[in-house]
């Protein structure tokens, strides 16, 4: 009777033994879980904040046209486009 009561006190132990086990890996698992998708939506936000890249390579005559000051005469004009052609010169690259 004895030997048959320290079995089952002997295998319940071991099956919560087990389910403690069990629980500490589905813990595990769901921390794992929820640092991938903590970095899977900051990659979504980054994603999103980036411009696409054929964007920037397009060139716009509208939206350059919208970036130049508004000149109030025709020399202001020259002496703007003068300026930038140096700038961009020494830049080596063309953005006027």
Do not use: G
Request: aromatic fraction near 4%; hydrophobic fraction near 40%; charge should be positive.
């Amino acid at each position: 009777m004895k030997i048959e009561a320290e079995k089952r006190k002997a295998k319940r132990r071991a099956r919560l033994e087990a389910e403690d086990r069990k629980a500490e890996r589905q813990a595990k698992l769901e921390m794992e879980k929820s640092i991938l998708e903590f970095d899977l939506s900051a990659l979504e936000i980054n994603d999103r904040s980036r411009p696409a890249t054929d964007s920037q390579s397009t060139f716009r005559v509208e939206t350059a046209a919208k970036l130049f000051p508004k000149l109030a005469s025709e020399q202001e004009l020259e002496v703007h486009l003068i300026i930038c052609s140096k700038i961009a010169s020494l830049d080596n690259s063309c953005f006027c």
